[in-house]
């Protein structure tokens, strides 16, 4: 038999792969789920939304474990897999809520992000995953709550309801959607803008921070683990400056904050004093764009974009 011997490696029962295919890759696994779908319907959940071109759903928790792939069978059987690589559920699924993509079932993105919210651990958590989809297109909030609307007795559709509240449309990592919740959930503030423009009174472009809270003029910015070390660390000090000479408070997160807020808290209480005081001087700045700047801020205005509007104004993406 050819794919016996330390050159092959066993993916599922009956089928082999080379040793040297990499079989953590999110990908990969997603593959080899696929091939334990005998007569049954599709995959779901994160599975699903990453073979969509869902960028942030790379099936590890929060720790580095591996998630299981979710495996939508309806009445049928599958093919034996290790335990921790797939799990079944027998929740129906019109066919027409599933598409063949390069050979690999999957659900529709509005399936796959309502299973996730419905079986997330908070309702918070659940508007990450809508939060975190939306960033690719696969869905908007509002075709979230429609579909709710014919999901109504499943389980899960009331803490995904509420989550619809927290989700946002203009996250462009993980890290932003946890410090937007601190900001506006744990320390009380106004809700905070993501990734919003911000321009001079004669509408030309400042800068673009993570986040902002527009009326008190106090902006948010993450730094990733190795920011310090990277070429856009420079531009950033630059941009900092460009915060203090319009009349902005910029506060700085890590991930490290994420981990313990409270020296975070401590540097957001600081600011928004700072912020207060200035509340009776003329803002040399708005978030109210010119008429000549496209935005890009909700699924449905990207969506609208022309192909040489979206590699142009959506390249962020790429990074």
Same mark, same amino acid.
């Given at each position: 038999m050819q794919a016996r011997g330390a050159a092959w490696r066993r993916s599922s029962r009956g089928y082999y792969v080379r040793a040297e295919v990499d079989g953590e890759r999110p990908e990969q696994r997603i593959v080899e789920a696929a091939a334990a779908l005998r007569n049954g319907l599709a995959i779901t959940g994160w599975a699903a939304l990453r073979w969509r071109g869902g960028r942030w759903f790379d099936g590890l928790t929060g720790s580095g474990e591996r998630r299981p792939i979710t495996l939508l069978i309806g009445t049928h059987d599958v093919l034996p897999q290790p335990a921790h690589a797939i799990r079944v559920c027998g929740e129906s699924v019109a066919p027409h809520m599933f598409d063949v993509i390069d050979g690999v079932p999957v659900a529709r993105a509005t399936w796959a992000v309502s299973f996730e919210m419905r079986y997330a651990r908070s309702e918070y958590t659940a508007a990450k995953i809508l939060s975190l989809a939306a960033y690719d297109d696969l869905v908007s909030i509002e075709e979230m709550r429609e579909f709710f609307i014919d999901q109504s007795s499943w389980t899960g559709i009331p803490q995904a309801r509420k989550a619809l509240t927290w989700a946002e449309e203009n996250i462009w990592s993980p890290s932003e959607f946890d410090l937007g919740l601190q900001l506006y959930v744990e320390r009380h503030h106004d809700r905070p803008l993501f990734n919003r423009p911000v321009f001079? /009174?004669?509408?030309?472009?400042?800068?673009?921070?993570?986040?902002?809270?527009?009326? $008190?003029?106090?902006? /948010?910015?993450?730094?990733?683990?190795?920011?310090?070390?990277?070429?856009?660390?420079? $531009?950033?000090l630059q941009r900092w400056g460009h915060y203090a000479e319009h009349g902005l408070e910029a506060v700085a997160s890590s991930s490290f904050d994420l981990r313990d807020p409270r020296l975070l808290s401590q540097r957001l209480r600081d600011a928004y004093r700072r912020a207060e005081r200035r509340r009776d001087h003329q803002r040399s700045w708005t978030i109210d764009p010119p008429d000549w700047w496209t935005p890009t801020h909700t699924v449905a205005l990207r969506r609208s974009l022309s192909r040489d509007q979206a590699a142009r104004l959506l390249r962020y993406r790429a990074s």
């Open positions: 001079d /009174l004669t509408g030309r472009h400042l800068f673009t921070p993570d986040l902002i809270d527009p009326i $008190a003029g106090v902006v /948010l910015e993450h730094n990733g683990p190795t920011h310090r070390e990277s070429t856009a660390y420079g $531009a950033d």
